[in-house]
């Protein structure tokens, strides 16, 4: 059997490509032929690809869920479906997210506002039938602009994960090539896939592809993909549905702008919004309320993405401490390693005394003398004293 691993890696491909069941027929007689003539090693190499081609088809039919989108065009999403490629370096153009991957994506936390806004545009992406019905189009495009990390990506997954939509993702960045005409000729093909499917086409980091034609840094070539993708769009308005995420819109060709009906400004969360990320993220850990209203207010500034990460340090900081660390200690520490992150709380929580932390928190922040006793994890006569030494000082 010299040339078994020919053999095993036409089985992988075959099995990796969607075997046929005559294909697999096969397959199982060369596992019998194997055992019988005491090729044990190789026997089970053989079977374990049938095993794997079996539990592919068992998952298959759940990949093709029905969409919850009515009247929309194009053949079902498959994980057998060829993603295109980019001729050159043969990377493929997009990734297909199918709804069963999606099934425990959450809604990012937003302020209700922005909230009811989504529950609104999925409301009307589930009824096209009935707006069609009464001559109106639908949004079928949608723009999602904002800082990084403010759950843009997951809030477009999760728009999918209500429709029921699988999702084409294209990280633009990655259509650019340095040779003429390439990016272009990428573009129209992923427009061209997503065109044939019923899908929802996401295409995150969109400023790569779709800055303004008048930018003097830009050379021709930057003209004739924004030309190119001004009329993919225009094509796919009556074919599907597109989400564009970007974290500089400023650098958004305005035609590009225009091009999408919805436009929604995802903002860094508010102080009641924080307090939700930092409740969420610290599970199983659980803190008093005043300890998390303190974090809540020195991470004004901060992204979701931000405040995950520094609850996340906050955790880990617990967890490898050996003794009982003072919760104040902690937090001056995790923002001492946060500093490019910094509301004016959070600076003057980590360099200033506890004492003056005390006496600004009790005059500034509206925290009562017995919550401050409880972030410092001190006695109430110790925070009154402070405060009243504090008072003497200011007067």
């Known amino acids: 059997?010299?040339?078994?691993?020919?053999?095993?890696?036409?089985?992988?491909?075959?099995?990796?490509?969607?075997?046929?069941?005559?294909?697999?027929?096969?397959?199982?007689?060369?596992?019998?032929?194997?055992?019988?003539?005491?090729?044990?090693?190789?026997?089970?190499?053989?079977?374990?690809?049938?095993?794997?081609?079996?539990?592919?088809?068992?998952?298959?039919?759940?990949k093709v869920n029905l969409s919850r989108v009515s009247h929309l065009k194009g053949q079902v999403l498959t994980?057998?479906?060829?993603?295109?490629?980019?001729?050159?370096?043969?990377?493929?153009?997009?990734?297909?997210?199918?709804?069963?991957?999606?099934?425990?994506?959450?809604?990012?936390?937003?302020?209700?506002?922005?909230s009811g806004a989504i529950g609104q545009l999925v409301n009307e992406w589930e009824n096209i039938g009935k707006l069609e019905r009464f001559g109106v189009k639908p949004s079928l495009s949608c723009l999602l602009f904002g800082m990084p990390g403010t759950g843009k990506t997951q809030l477009a997954l999760y728009i999918a994960k209500m429709l029921g939509l699988p999702v084409v993702l294209a990280k633009l960045d990655g259509l650019v090539s340095s040779l003429l005409g390439t990016s272009a000729r990428n573009i129209t093909n992923l427009f061209k896939f997503a065109a044939q499917h019923r899908c929802l086409l996401l295409l995150d980091e969109f400023d790569a592809v779709a800055k303004a034609r008048n930018d003097s840094q830009e050379v021709g070539e930057i003209k004739r993909i924004v030309n190119s993708l001004l009329q993919c769009i225009d094509e796919r308005a009556n074919q599907g549905m597109t989400i564009a995420i970007t974290n500089h819109e400023v650098l958004l060709d305005p035609a590009v702008w225009r091009r999408f009906d919805v436009r929604v400004f995802v903002p860094k969360p508010d102080l009641k919004g924080r307090e939700m990320i930092i409740r969420k993220y610290l599970k199983p850990l659980e803190l008093s309320d005043e300890k998390v209203k303190l974090l809540s207010l020195i991470t004004e500034n901060y992204c979701g993405s931000d405040i995950e990460l520094l609850v996340t340090h906050f955790k880990r900081h617990t967890a490898l401490s050996e003794d009982s660390v003072q919760f104040i200690k902690i937090v001056r520490s995790l923002l001492t390693i946060n500093a490019s992150t910094t509301s004016e709380l959070a600076t003057y929580v980590r360099d200033n005394t506890d004492s003056s932390v005390m006496y600004k928190l009790n005059k500034d922040s509206g925290f009562t003398q017995r919550e401050i006793g409880n972030i410092f994890e001190t006695s109430l006569s110790k925070v009154s004293r402070s405060i009243r030494e504090k008072d003497k000082l200011t007067v």
């Open 1 to 62: 059997m010299e040339k078994f691993h020919i053999v095993s890696a036409l089985c992988r491909q075959v099995v990796k490509d969607g075997a046929s069941k005559e294909v697999m027929s096969q397959m199982d007689r060369l596992h019998e032929a194997l055992q019988e003539d005491g090729f044990t090693d190789e026997a089970l190499v053989i079977k374990r690809l049938i095993d794997k081609a079996d539990k592919t088809k068992m998952i298959e039919p759940s």
């Open 79 to 114: 994980p057998n479906s060829k993603v295109p490629v980019d001729k050159d370096s043969g990377s493929p153009l997009a990734r297909i997210i199918f709804p069963d991957e999606l099934i425990n994506q959450e809604q990012p936390i937003f302020p209700a506002e922005l």
